[in-house]
């Protein structure tokens, strides 16, 4: 599937965000649809994913309670909204998908390894 990120830019802190990635390609209902992001001289880091069916998403303690992933099956379309953004969210957000959204649970949805294609990335600047 192919993936296109968009919704990135400069904000200030405590503000919100909300990125979009709209996909092509082969069937994006089934397939398991992450977020992540990679800050400077920083490894890539998992901030959100949800499953094929939208019901269950995943996310790390550091963004728990301040991002939300949701889906729009029908607009093939995945969305991260952050809110509270901090200094420390800036970065380059991608978005990815899974072949098979069937085989991903909550020990795997956060692994780079766990996701087969790649969007281009999004800048997210937040300003202090």
């Known amino acids: 599937v192919q993936l296109q990120a968009s919704g990135g830019g400069l904000v200030q802190a405590g503000n919100s965000l909300r990125l979009s990635c709209a996909a092509s390609g082969r069937a994006f209902g089934s397939s398991h649809m992450g977020w992540f992001r990679q800050a400077p001289d920083k490894a890539r880091e998992f901030v959100g994913s949800i499953d094929w069916s939208g019901k269950n998403t995943y996310y790390p303690d550091s963004v728990k309670g301040r991002f939300t992933v949701s889906r729009d099956n029908a607009k093939n379309t995945v969305y991260l909204q952050m809110n509270s953004l901090k200094p420390e969210d800036t970065a380059t957000y991608y978005c990815?998908?899974?072949?098979?959204?069937?085989?991903?649970?909550?020990?795997?949805?956060?692994?780079?390894?766990?996701?087969?294609?790649w969007g281009q990335g999004t800048l997210v600047t937040v300003s202090s």
């Open positions: 990815a998908a899974t072949t098979d959204g069937r085989l991903v649970s909550s020990a795997t949805a956060g692994s780079i390894y766990t996701y087969a294609d």
